[in-house]
């Protein structure tokens, strides 16, 4: 090249890359892949055999079915007597080892850990490092979730309200992605249903006679709209940025259980949620 042009210093592939914009990438309101984001106090992270010696029992969530549902709290629920649900999971204690290193899904049960990061042991923790680096000084955290799945297991179709910055730690987890402008195609449950803000549609089985807005927005037929989905796998130190309500589903994917932590910070559809919950349901 020239002799004026500066020389691009080659990087270590060991070395931190310099933090996230959190500002710049929330006020874009698009979904961001960050890869090898170490924002962790101690990299690389546990192995699964550390996690489990670390975690050594765990409250799992076991479900005949890869897609778990899930049970939404975003409100009162078991206010109004007369709605009765049944889910569709059993709860048991497992050792950490059957959720991380032994099972590999060799039976047809389907387990799945959801945990707040406060309430993980204090080793693990420390291993996690300062999560607040994965937000902003003006949209704090509000909540940090732990997460971790055996091979196969998924979660539903489903949108949250907040900001959601997703770390993968360790295995790998494939997202599925629809924004937030295509949910008429996308059946949501009532909003008074325990499974709100989640889909009804399970993408593994999708039945041919249902779900015809789906249908015809995945085809683009009858002049609907094609459905504009992506999809992205992370790996260890990969960082996902998810919008307010643009619609997501994670699946583990590959042969080993995947842990990750998702980060929830402020955002303006929270502010405006009890708003909205305040006026009556319609008749």
Do not use: C
Not at 9 to 35: C, G, K, N, S
Not at 132 to 154: C, D, Y
Not at 226 to 231: D, H, K, P, Q
């Amino acid at each position: 090249g020239s002799k004026g042009r500066r020389r691009r210093r080659r990087r270590d592939p060991e070395e931190r890359p310099p933090p996230a914009d959190w500002d710049d990438v929330f006020q874009r309101q698009e979904p961001v892949v960050i890869r090898r984001e170490y924002a962790l106090a101690r990299w690389p992270m546990p192995t699964p055999a550390e996690l489990a010696d670390s975690m050594r029992e765990v409250r799992v969530h076991v479900s005949a079915a890869r897609t778990v549902q899930m049970m939404s709290r975003v409100q009162p629920w078991g206010s109004l007597p007369e709605l009765s649900w049944r889910r569709p999971w059993t709860e048991r204690n497992v050792s950490a080892a059957e959720l991380f290193v032994d099972r590999a899904n060799a039976s047809a049960e389907y387990l799945y850990f959801f945990s707040p990061v406060s309430q993980l042991p204090a080793p693990l923790r420390a291993a996690l490092g300062e999560l607040r680096v994965l937000t902003t000084l003006f949209q704090p955290m509000v909540e940090a979730n732990a997460w971790a799945g055996v091979p196969g297991v998924s979660s539903p179709l489903h949108y949250d309200a907040a900001h959601n910055t997703y770390l993968q730690l360790t295995g790998h987890k494939r997202f599925l992605l629809v924004p937030a402008d295509q949910a008429g195609a996308l059946y949501s449950y009532p909003r008074l249903h325990p499974s709100t803000r989640q889909s009804m549609i399970d993408v593994r089985e999708l039945p041919p006679h249902r779900f015809g807005r789906f249908h015809a927005a995945l085809h683009g037929r009858g002049g609907a709209a094609r459905l504009r989905a992506s999809e992205v796998v992370l790996g260890p130190g990969d960082t996902l940025y998810i919008p307010p309500y643009v619609w997501h589903r994670a699946s583990v994917a590959g042969e080993t259980s995947a842990f990750s932590v998702a980060v929830y910070s402020q955002s303006t559809p929270m502010d405006v949620y009890p708003h909205l919950k305040a006026h009556p349901l319609p008749v």
